[in-house]
């Protein structure tokens, strides 16, 4: 039932984090590797920044759906900040095996690309538009996107 639910999506974001964090592994191997020059150094730090702060309302997801269930305040949070946690874990993983293998850095950053696009389109963006939010779900997806394009133009 409803707890069932919770959990999948607990561990749903858990995992997409995992590819969120290859990103960003992908995007500072490219700094090591030298792609892009200085460029490349604004790209990671873009990059980090802009999903570091969509983490933020997800964390918040995860800790309101354990509330519901029950969960006290400080195992919200505590299993909030853990699928977290699976972020840094995929920039590590992307940056050793991207870093020490440059002829992977464009596969790498087309595979993290295409699970992001997969999991918003498969999984987020259905889930905005249930129950009569249709209208508000477009709009706040079309102001993230002006967002991440003013970012993208003010750090780079």
Same mark, same amino acid.
């Given at each position: 039932?409803?707890s069932?639910?919770?959990?999948?999506m607990?561990?749903?974001?858990l995992?997409?984090?995992?590819?969120e964090g *290859?990103?960003?592994?992908?995007? =500072?191997?490219? &700094?090591a590797l030298?792609?892009g020059g200085?460029?490349?150094?604004?790209?990671g730090?873009?990059?980090?920044?802009?999903?570091? *702060?969509?983490?933020m309302?997800e964390g *918040?997801?995860?800790?309101?759906?354990?509330r &519901?269930?029950?969960?006290?305040?400080? &195992?919200?949070w505590a299993?909030?900040a853990?699928s977290?946690l699976?972020?840094p874990?995929?920039?590590?993983?992307? *940056?050793?095996?991207?870093?020490?293998?440059?002829?992977? =850095?464009?596969i790498?950053?087309?595979v993290?690309?295409g699970?992001?696009?997969?999991?918003?389109?498969?999984?987020i963006?259905?889930?905005?538009h249930?129950?009569g939010?249709e209208?508000?779900a477009?709009?706040t997806?079309?102001?993230?996107?002006i967002f991440?394009l003013m970012l993208?133009a003010?750090?780079?």
């Amino acid at each position: 039932g409803a707890s069932q639910r919770a959990w999948l999506m607990v561990l749903a974001i858990l995992i997409h984090n995992v590819p969120e964090g *290859l990103a960003v592994g992908a995007a =500072y191997a490219g &700094t090591a590797l030298g792609v892009g020059g200085g460029d490349a150094v604004n790209a990671g730090a873009s990059l980090a920044l802009a999903i570091g *702060l969509q983490n933020m309302p997800e964390g *918040l997801i995860v800790a309101m759906a354990l509330r &519901t269930l029950g969960q006290s305040a400080g &195992t919200s949070w505590a299993v909030a900040a853990l699928s977290g946690l699976a972020e840094p874990f995929g920039a590590i993983v992307g *940056l050793a095996l991207l870093g020490s293998l440059p002829a992977f =850095y464009p596969i790498g950053l087309a595979v993290a690309a295409g699970a992001m696009i997969f999991v918003v389109s498969h999984e987020i963006i259905p889930e905005t538009h249930r129950n009569g939010f249709e209208g508000m779900a477009s709009v706040t997806l079309m102001a993230g996107f002006i967002f991440m394009l003013m970012l993208d133009a003010s750090l780079g």
